[in-house]
C-alpha cells in the first residue's frame, strides 16, 4: 500500500517483511508485454534463433510471461489491450489468451513476488546492469523496442492460438 524510490526506506521494508511482494509501475522508465507463457516460450526460442536479444523476462506462475520493453511513452488515447483477436473467451477480464502491453498507468508484480494462490513470479531472462560512464554508481539496463519484439510475440500468439 506505500510507494518509494529512497533506497534507504525500501532496505528497511525488505528487512521488516521480506515476503512482501513487488509491484512495480510500468509507462515511466519501461514498458511491458505481457502473453501467455507458451506463446512467450515459443517466442524467446524464435528470438534466440534469430540473435534477438530480449531484455529481461518473467514467468508469472504457468500462465503468463513478461517482456521488459524501453517505454515508447504512449498517447493519451492508445488502447492499453493488444488482443490480437486471440482471446479464448469473450470476457476480455480472464486476459486467458490476451497480449497486454502495459504502458502508462499500469503496473506489474516483479520477482521475487508470489501471487495469493502461492504462484511464484521469476525471472527466465534477469536484467542485465550497466555502469554508465560518468555517474557514480548509475546503473542503466538496454532494454529492447518493444516493436522488434511484438512481432515475435504476435506470431507466437497466433501460432498457440
Not at 129 to 150: E, K, Y
Request: charged share 25%; net charge negative.
Amino acid at each position: 500500500m506505500q510507494a518509494t524510490v529512497d533506497t534507504e526506506v525500501i532496505q528497511q521494508w525488505w528487512e521488516t517483511r521480506p515476503e512482501a511482494n513487488v509491484i512495480i509501475a510500468t509507462g515511466r522508465v519501461f514498458d511491458v508485454l505481457d502473453v501467455p507463457a507458451l506463446a512467450g516460450a515459443s517466442a524467446l526460442a524464435r528470438m534466440a534463433s534469430n540473435d534477438v536479444e530480449t531484455g529481461p523476462v518473467v514467468v508469472q506462475g504457468p500462465e503468463r510471461m513478461l517482456f521488459y520493453v524501453a517505454t515508447r511513452g504512449a498517447p493519451e488515447d492508445e488502447d492499453e489491450w493488444w488482443s490480437c483477436g486471440l482471446d479464448a473467451s469473450p470476457d476480455m477480464s480472464t486476459e486467458t489468451g490476451a497480449l497486454r502491453w502495459h504502458c502508462r498507468d499500469s503496473f506489474v508484480l516483479a520477482p521475487p513476488s508470489r501471487y495469493g494462490t502461492g504462484q511464484d513470479v521469476r525471472w527466465v531472462r534477469e536484467p542485465k546492469a550497466l555502469s554508465s560512464p560518468g555517474t557514480a554508481g548509475a546503473v542503466n539496463t538496454q532494454l529492447p523496442d518493444a516493436l522488434r519484439l511484438l512481432e515475435y510475440l504476435v506470431d507466437a500468439c497466433e501460432e498457440e492460438g
